[in-house]
Every structure is written in C-alpha cells, then in structure tokens.
T-cell receptor, first 113, second 110 residues
Framework: DTAVSQTPKYLVTQMGNDKSIKCEQN?????MYWYKQDSKKFLKIMFS???????INETVPNRFSPKSPDKAHLNLHINSLELGDSAVYFC????????????FGPGTRLTVL | GQSLEQPSEVTAVEGAIVQINCTYQ??????LSWYQQHDGGAPTFLSY????GLEETGRFSSFLSRSDSYGYLLLQELQMKDSASYFC???????????FGKGTSLLVTP
C-alpha cells in the first residue's frame, strides 16, 4: 500500500502554463507539506497544512496555491510557470507535533521549457 | 534567519565508521532530524533528537548538543547501500516546518 502518493511523477511544460500536482496520504496523518528540491538538492519547505488549515507559507510566490480539500489530500497549483520553477516537488505527511517522522511521497519532477 | 551547515561530501570505505556533522543557527529549536535520500528517491527519516545526548538505532546513531547548536549522524559498519545524501533538519516550528541543511553526499567505496 502506498503511504504518500503524488501524481504526476514527471511534468514537462512550457513557460507561462498552469499546472497542478496532486498528493494523497493514507496514513491518517493530520499534517501535510510541500517541499521543493532544486538541482543542487537543496530541500526547502514551501507550505504546511494541519487538518486542512494553512500553517506555514514560506514566502512562496503567490503563483503557487496549495489546496487541501480534506485531511488526506494536499494539491499544489502553479500559475504562469517560470524556468526557475523547474525542480522536484515532494509532498510529505506526518502526525501533528514535534519530533514526528515525515513521510515523503515519491516526488514530481517538473521541467519548465 | 536559519542556517544549517554540513559537509558537502564524505567518502568512506565499506565496513568503516563515518560521522556527518551539522551545526545550526535558528530562531526557534524543537529538535534535530536526519534524513537519507538515495539518488532519484524520496527522503526517508533516520532519527530525531530533541534532548542532548546520543540516540542509537541499529547501525545509525545521532547526537545532539543544544548548547553548542551541534549534532552529528554516526554510521557504523558502512555498506555500499549507505551511499546516499544525508540531510540534517531543524524543527523550528513545533513540527510544522523542517528547515533542511544542504545535504552531505556519502560515497561508500569497496
């Protein structure tokens, strides 16, 4: 059984387009996250949600809009894609609270041409 | 601001012991985590330290000194499959945000 799943795994698109990445977790966790990993492998938190409520927005451009329709899903919509958005995007989930292990999805490799 | 420093690359021989250090400066601190990531894969959790001292999990151990803003990951009896990137990460927001270091690429050679 897949714990945290993301679709699509690969996304190739043109500058200026709008795209979405979907994430689902079946672990019953309260907290979900989006991370961006750049070409140098730097992993940076973008958003975190707890019980569908936005908790953290790490100065991400407002072209990025997360949506959590329920506790098990956290989707990421990106408007007006730019070259610099090319990266691997990871969704993760964890139980609430400090010290909780975060479970990462397989990642979505976004390439903007 | 937040900053975490860890070596960019480490090479070690199979069967040896290697230590990956992490120093941090953060505005809030709840604990230090370590994650492993193989090329093309997702980060996976290794350990978490909230209090000073050593935590041991099989071949891996992690240490924290809060007063020194320092921690390390110790890998013993290295195996080829341990070749991967290792990230330290500070929990600075009650579990709602992990700030990751830039990662240490470990290469285990025969």
């Amino acid at each position: 059984d897949t714990a945290v799943s993301q679709t699509p795994k690969y996304l190739v698109t043109q500058m200026g387009n709008d795209k979405s990445i979907k994430c689902e977790q079946n672990l019953g966790h309260d907290t979900m996250y989006w991370y961006k990993q750049d070409s140098k492998k730097f992993l940076k938190i973008m958003f975190s949600y707890n019980n569908k409520e936005l908790i953290i927005n790490e100065t991400v451009p407002n072209r990025f809009s997360p949506k959590s329709p329920d506790k098990a899903h956290l989707n990421l919509h990106i408007n007006s894609l730019e070259l610099g958005d090319s990266a691997v995007y990871f969704c993760a989930s964890s139980p609430s609270g400090t010290g909780s292990e975060q479970f990462f999805g397989p990642g979505t490799r976004l390439t903007v041409l | 601001g937040q900053s975490l420093e860890q070596p960019s690359e480490v090479t070690a021989v199979e069967g040896a012991i290697v230590q990956i250090n992490c120093t941090y400066q953060t505005s809030g601190f709840y604990g230090l985590s370590w994650y492993q990531q193989h090329d093309g894969g997702a980060p996976t959790f290794l350990s978490y330290n909230a209090l000073d001292g050593l935590e041991e999990t099989g071949r891996f151990s992690s240490f924290l000194s809060r007063s020194d803003s320092y921690g390390y990951l110790l890998l013993q009896e290295l195996q080829m499959k341990d070749s991967a990137s290792y990230f330290c990460a500070v929990d600075s927001n009650s579990g709602y945000a992990l700030n990751f270091g830039k990662g240490t690429s470990l290469l285990v050679t025969p």
